[in-house]
């Protein structure tokens, strides 16, 4: 159980589009969500926290205009990396945290997107 | 502040114990948890711990928390190479609404 897809594993693109990065709870319902991103060989930094139905909380230097993030029901969130650039280009690693426990159910993660920005 | 620590490093030979140890500096922290990473791949849960326990046992994996020194450890009994991959400790804490806080990651390699 606790199963977490993430699609697509892995983009290459040219500078100026948008990327946009589906996370997918498939045998829970997920009212928050996470994104992360990671850097080559470094721990994972939260970019921003997906609440079902509400507007997304960001961490402080991460641009929501640039990261928009949808969290339309309880086992979908999307990430748009809108007119993305070389410097976008990182591992962007989802997590879906259950119902329940007052908050305390375990994230669960996607296996991760690789976004190569030509 | 929120800050959790692990070793870079750790080499060890199959069939052998592996410890692998964390420290954070919020005394306030829930949960406490450990998950793996692979190459080019997500994280998966392996265990975690209830701020008030002591010690959690699953299969091959033993946690062990000291709350008094905030020191968390991962013991993997009889290790396999399947288990060479990025050891990550986190911690939650519910003031800063169940957040994980990862530590930097710890490379296991695990020699024939």
């Known amino acids: 159980g606790a199963v977490v897809s993430q699609h697509p594993s892995r983009v290459i693109c040219k500078s100026g589009t948008s990327v946009k990065i589906e996370c997918r709870s498939l045998?829970?319902?997920?009212?928050?969500m996470f994104w992360y991103r990671q850097f080559p060989k470094q721990s994972l930094m939260l970019m921003a926290t997906s609440n079902e139905g509400s507007k997304a909380t960001y961490e402080q230097g991460v641009e929501k205009d640039k990261f928009l993030i949808n969290h339309a029901s309880l086992t979908l969130s999307t990430l748009t990396v809108t007119s993305a650039h070389p410097e976008d280009s990182s591992f962007y690693i989802c997590s879906a945290r259950g119902q329940g426990g007052g908050g305390n159910q375990p994230q669960h993660f996607g296996d991760g997107t690789r976004l190569s920005i030509l | 502040g929120e800050d959790v620590e692990q070793s870079l490093f750790l080499s060890v030979r199959e069939g052998d114990s592996s410890v692998i140890n964390c420290t954070y500096t919020d005394s306030s922290s829930t949960y406490l948890y450990w998950y793996k990473q692979e190459p080019g791949a997500g994280l998966q849960l392996l265990t975690y711990i209830f701020s008030n326990m002591d010690m959690k046992q699953d299969q091959r994996l033993t946690v062990l928390l000291n709350k008094k020194d905030k020191h968390l450890s991962l013991r993997i009994a009889d290790t396999q190479t399947g288990d060479s991959a990025i050891y990550f400790c986190?911690?939650?804490?519910?003031?800063?609404?169940?957040?994980?806080?990862f530590g930097g990651g710890t490379r296991v390699l695990v020699k024939p």
């Open positions: 986190a911690e939650s804490i519910r003031a800063a609404g169940n957040k994980l806080t």
């Open positions: 045998d829970f319902q997920a009212t928050t």
